[in-house]
């Protein structure tokens, strides 16, 4: 994460090869220069420096731990210390261009509800989520029975925050619902790898790790 | 003992205050006749004079200065000695070389405020008019008019724009009317541990205050200064009320817990016999020295009638509509005077306003009175905060950057 903070420019390939986090430059990627960006969940900021630096964004951010805040404000960011649940209905329509959810959804109680919310407060929203359906955990539950625990998802099911898993066919078929369209969807794989854009959907919930959508209002 | 006020050190003390109250030992700033403050309560206070302190100096581009809001019962001595009880400035913690508001970087100003008795017009000033204190002839004041009264400062002393306007309690108010009132003369704002408006139940602590100084036989009805006087057993009880809501429960438990007071056993009297007791005695003893009564009703008054969404429309986005401002707001999570929810609701109108805005709740102990004593996180985030509204408007870079 914190080599991804000293790339000054977004280098897919660099950041994967030094280790860093593949899926913030895919969607700091989607997000247009000079944007008004509202990252939800957004940690200790990593992001939103990232934004900032890179695409000259006015980026905000919300964020449920005390720790991730203060770090991020000593930092200079913009950052409130808030529950993403509660605190974006006081947001006022079309305030922001894009609205971010990066490896949060999946850890929010109303997962529908917030999507609306995001799809509201901005023009454009951008989420990522670790897929539930890449082979890794269906072969986790079908061999062994047991919830998968993986380098993304590193804490037990007792202890993990993400109470929302779902896959990326799930995801989709959320979007329906909300009716939103999808403008973008890119999937890495377990090594970083954007999975190939002209394979089919099942293909993608099967090999890719992590998703990242980048959806619009239809209306 | 039983009275727990030493007439001999008070009156010295309590004579020094009272001859700063219209000699300050602090740059004063003295408006004509020609240079009337419209006040809230509908009349003009001629003859407006201001206690100010400033440190560090000012840049030729007028883009560093910082101006400091005190609390309910500060002064302009934030980061000097104070000169009535010789103490450190109230908030040398976060003032002064190399802190979080830089004097090496920062041009810092601190003035005392509109119905405030170390410098600038308050009950205990002497009316021009008359040559006797003011008294109750004093109108009330709001915190708008003494915001209004630091733009006439600011102007006075030729800075059009401030950099950041930072306070905690009264303070905070201060600065969110401040962002209220002159948007475009503010780069950042810093409210800590504030409301947007006075809660029902600190109107009833500070009428508890108010009824304490006005329940003393030497009030004279507000006429003690003129009758040579001082209502102190009064405003020291209010102060002692006033001190167990800076607190919090935790904080009185471990700085006092149920320990006795020099002594093995109860005395089953009344006398002090719980280091608490003690505590909060010495805690008014002290303050009657340096603090005017009638200030203390004034300037409670003033907070109580804070309410700055009522200003606009009963929307408080409204006081912040379209404002460029960036805010920085805090809490402390053991401060129950103002809770974290008050914040919370300045953030939430800031938000809806579309304010750039931060904000965080500080993990404390130390209840309201949080703001003033050493709190890292506090720090951190005021450094932080400051370092890049500096940065964003050219600064050079600070000593700790």
Same mark, same amino acid.
């Given at each position: 994460?914190?080599?991804?903070?000293?790339?000054?420019?977004?280098?897919?390939?660099?950041?994967?090869?030094?280790?860093?986090?593949?899926?913030?430059?895919?969607?700091?990627?989607?997000?247009?220069?000079?944007?008004?960006?509202?990252?939800?969940?957004?940690?200790?900021?990593?992001?939103?420096?990232?934004?900032?630096?890179?695409?000259?964004?006015?980026?905000?951010?919300?964020? =449920?731990?005390?720790?991730?805040?203060?770090?991020?404000?000593?930092?200079?960011?913009?950052?409130?210390?808030?529950?993403?649940?509660?605190?974006?209905?006081?947001?006022?329509?079309?305030?922001?261009?894009?609205?971010?959810?990066?490896?949060?959804?999946?850890?929010?109680?109303?997962?529908?509800?917030?999507?609306?919310?995001?799809?509201?407060?901005?023009?454009?929203?951008?989420?990522?989520?670790?897929?539930?359906?890449?082979?890794?955990?269906?072969?986790?539950? =079908?061999?062994?029975?047991?919830?998968?625990?993986?380098?993304?998802?590193?804490?037990?099911?007792?202890?993990?925050?993400?109470?929302?898993?779902?896959?990326?066919?799930?995801?989709?078929?959320?979007?329906?619902?909300?009716?939103?369209?999808?403008?973008?969807?890119?999937?890495?794989?377990?090594?970083?790898?954007?999975?190939?854009?002209?394979?089919?959907?099942?293909?993608?919930?099967?090999?890719?790790?992590?998703?990242?959508?980048?959806?619009?209002?239809?209306? | 003992?039983?009275?727990?006020?030493?007439?001999?050190?008070?009156?010295?003390?309590?004579?020094? $205050? /009272?001859?700063?109250?219209?000699?300050?030992?602090?740059?004063?700033?003295?408006?004509?006749?020609?240079?009337?403050?419209?006040?809230?309560?509908?009349?003009?206070?001629?003859?407006?004079?201001?206690?100010?302190?400033?440190?560090?100096?000012?840049?030729?581009?007028?883009?560093?200065?910082?101006?400091?809001?005190?609390?309910?019962?500060?002064?302009?001595?934030?980061?000097?000695?104070?000169? %009535?009880?010789?103490?450190?400035?109230?908030?040398?913690?976060?003032?002064?070389?190399?802190?979080?508001?830089?004097?090496?970087? +920062?041009?810092?100003?601190?003035?005392?405020?509109?119905?405030?008795?170390?410098?600038?017009?308050?009950?205990?000033?002497?009316?021009?008019?008359?040559? /006797?204190?003011?008294?109750?002839?004093?109108?009330?004041?709001?915190?708008?008019?003494?915001?209004?009264?630091? $733009?006439?400062?600011?102007?006075?002393?030729?800075?059009?724009?401030?950099?950041?306007?930072?306070?905690?309690?009264?303070?905070?108010?201060?600065?969110?009317?401040?962002?209220?009132?002159?948007?475009?003369?503010?780069?950042?704002?810093?409210?800590?541990?504030?409301?947007?408006?006075?809660?029902?139940?600190?109107?009833?602590?500070?009428?508890?205050?108010?009824?304490?100084?006005?329940?003393?036989?030497?009030?004279?009805?507000?006429?003690?200064?003129?009758?040579?006087?001082?209502?102190?057993?009064?405003?020291?009880?209010? /102060?002692?009320?006033?001190?167990?809501?800076?607190?919090?429960?935790?904080?009185?438990?471990?700085?006092?817990?149920?320990?006795?007071?020099?002594?093995?056993?109860?005395?089953?009297?009344?006398? $002090?016999?719980?280091?608490?007791?003690?505590?909060?005695?010495?805690?008014?003893?002290? +303050?009657?020295?340096?603090?005017?009564?009638?200030?203390?009703?004034?300037?409670?008054?003033?907070?109580?009638?804070?309410?700055?969404?009522?200003?606009?429309?009963?929307?408080?986005?409204?006081?912040?509509?379209?404002?460029?401002?960036? +805010?920085?707001?805090?809490?402390?999570?053991?401060?129950?005077?103002?809770?974290?929810?008050?914040?919370?609701?300045?953030?939430?109108?800031?938000?809806?306003?579309?304010?750039? %805005?931060?904000?965080?709740?500080?993990?404390?102990?130390?209840?309201?009175?949080?703001?003033?004593?050493?709190?890292?996180?506090?720090?951190?985030?005021?450094?932080?905060?400051?370092?890049?509204?500096?940065?964003?408007?050219?600064?050079?870079?600070?000593?700790?950057?």
């Amino acid at each position: 994460m914190s080599i991804a903070l000293r790339q000054p420019v977004l280098d897919e390939s660099a950041v994967r090869d030094q280790g860093g986090r593949v899926d913030l430059v895919v969607v700091a990627e989607m997000v247009a220069p000079g944007s008004r960006v509202l990252d939800v969940g957004s940690g200790d900021g990593a992001l939103l420096e990232l934004l900032a630096t890179t695409r000259n964004c006015d980026a905000r951010g919300i964020e =449920l731990s005390r720790e991730g805040v203060n770090a991020g404000v000593a930092r200079g960011l913009a950052i409130i210390q808030g529950d993403a649940d509660v605190d974006l209905a006081h947001y006022p329509d079309d305030a922001f261009d894009y609205v971010i959810l990066s490896q949060t959804l999946q850890a929010t109680r109303r997962p529908r509800w917030v999507m609306e919310q995001m799809l509201r407060i901005g023009r454009r929203a951008v989420v990522s989520f670790p897929n539930f359906g890449h082979w890794r955990s269906r072969l986790d539950l =079908l061999v062994n029975g047991r919830m998968p625990v993986t380098d993304n998802m590193p804490i037990a099911w007792y202890e993990t925050p993400n109470i929302h898993f779902c896959t990326i066919r799930d995801f989709v078929a959320l979007v329906e619902l909300l009716d939103a369209r999808i403008e973008k969807a890119v999937a890495l794989d377990s090594s970083g790898h954007r999975v190939r854009v002209n394979m089919p959907w099942w293909v993608w919930n099967l090999l890719g790790e992590q998703a990242v959508f980048l959806l619009t209002r239809k209306a | 003992m039983t009275s727990f006020v030493r007439k001999d050190v008070a009156s010295n003390t309590a004579a020094e $205050a /009272r001859r700063e109250a219209d000699e300050p030992h602090s740059p004063v700033v003295r408006f004509g006749a020609g240079a009337p403050l419209r006040l809230d309560a509908g009349v003009e206070l001629n003859h407006l004079q201001i206690g100010y302190q400033t440190y560090g100096e000012p840049n030729a581009a007028g883009t560093n200065a910082v101006l400091v809001c005190h609390a309910l019962t500060g002064d302009q001595h934030a980061a000097s000695l104070n000169p %009535v009880t010789g103490k450190p400035g109230w908030w040398e913690t976060m003032v002064g070389p190399g802190k979080p508001i830089d004097t090496e970087r +920062f041009f810092v100003i601190c003035a005392n405020v509109l119905g405030g008795c170390m410098g600038t017009t308050g009950p205990a000033s002497t009316d021009p008019m008359t040559g /006797r204190p003011y008294g109750l002839d004093m109108p009330l004041v709001t915190i708008r008019d003494m915001v209004n009264a630091q $733009a006439m400062l600011l102007d006075h002393l030729g800075i059009e724009k401030l950099l950041c306007v930072a306070g905690g309690s009264m303070g905070g108010m201060q600065v969110l009317q401040w962002a209220a009132s002159y948007p475009e003369r503010l780069f950042a704002a810093m409210p800590i541990a504030t409301g947007a408006r006075h809660s029902a139940q600190n109107i009833a602590f500070h009428e508890v205050g108010r009824q304490a100084v006005m329940a003393d036989p030497d009030w004279r009805g507000g006429r003690y200064l003129a009758e040579g006087v001082t209502p102190h057993r009064g405003l020291a009880v209010a /102060r002692m009320a006033a001190h167990i809501t800076y607190m919090s429960d935790q904080s009185l438990h471990n700085k006092f817990g149920r320990r006795l007071q020099n002594r093995e056993m109860p005395t089953f009297g009344f006398d $002090a016999d719980f280091q608490v007791e003690s505590y909060l005695r010495h805690q008014g003893e002290s +303050f009657v020295q340096r603090f005017d009564p009638n200030s203390y009703l004034y300037v409670t008054r003033a907070m109580d009638y804070f309410d700055l969404a009522a200003d606009y429309g009963g929307v408080l986005a409204n006081a912040f509509r379209g404002s460029k401002t960036r +805010f920085c707001v805090a809490s402390f999570t053991s401060d129950w005077l103002f809770p974290t929810e008050d914040s919370r609701a300045i953030v939430h109108a800031l938000n809806a306003s579309g304010a750039s %805005v931060s904000f965080t709740e500080i993990e404390s102990d130390k209840g309201h009175d949080a703001f003033l004593l050493e709190e890292p996180q506090l720090f951190a985030i005021a450094r932080g905060f400051l370092d890049s509204a500096a940065r964003a408007v050219g600064l050079p870079a600070g000593r700790g950057a």
